[in-house]
């Protein structure tokens, strides 16, 4: 079992930055691929990157590359999302998940997601 807490949604303005957070928990969390997801109302949930837990290995989704980063730190169990120049269009529900990939089917742990707003 793998136990996922984000952290650090909020509002900001389109251009400003933000750093999400996820608590991971779990004996095997080590096994997974952690990744970020977003689903905005009425839309599918979409890929936004992931980092592998062992080597730190990085993916990202062509929308978001060289904006935001995805990190981990194995000492806090945590993994992280700095997200910069932010649009409007971003704005969803952003949400850790621990599996493979990227398709959100592909994941069998989430966590309850964090908000970001981006304002125009």
């Known amino acids: 079992q793998v136990q996922l807490v984000e952290s650090g949604g909020g509002l900001v303005q389109a251009g400003d930055s933000l750093r999400v957070s996820c608590a991971v928990s779990?004996?095997?969390?080590?096994?997974?691929?952690m990744a970020w997801f977003r689903q905005a109302p009425g839309k599918e949930r979409e890929f936004v990157a992931y980092?592998?837990?062992?080597?730190?290995?990085?993916e990202y989704a062509d929308s978001v590359k060289g904006r935001f980063t995805i990190s981990r730190d194995v000492v806090k169990n945590t993994v992280y999302l700095q997200m910069n120049s932010l649009k409007p269009e971003e704005t969803a529900v952003y949400y850790c998940a621990a599996g493979q990939g990227r398709d959100y089917r592909s994941y069998d742990y989430w966590g309850q997601g964090t908000q970001v707003t981006v304002s125009s």
């Open positions: 980092i592998t837990w062992i080597a730190g290995t990085t």
């Open positions: 779990g004996r095997t969390a080590w096994r997974y691929t």
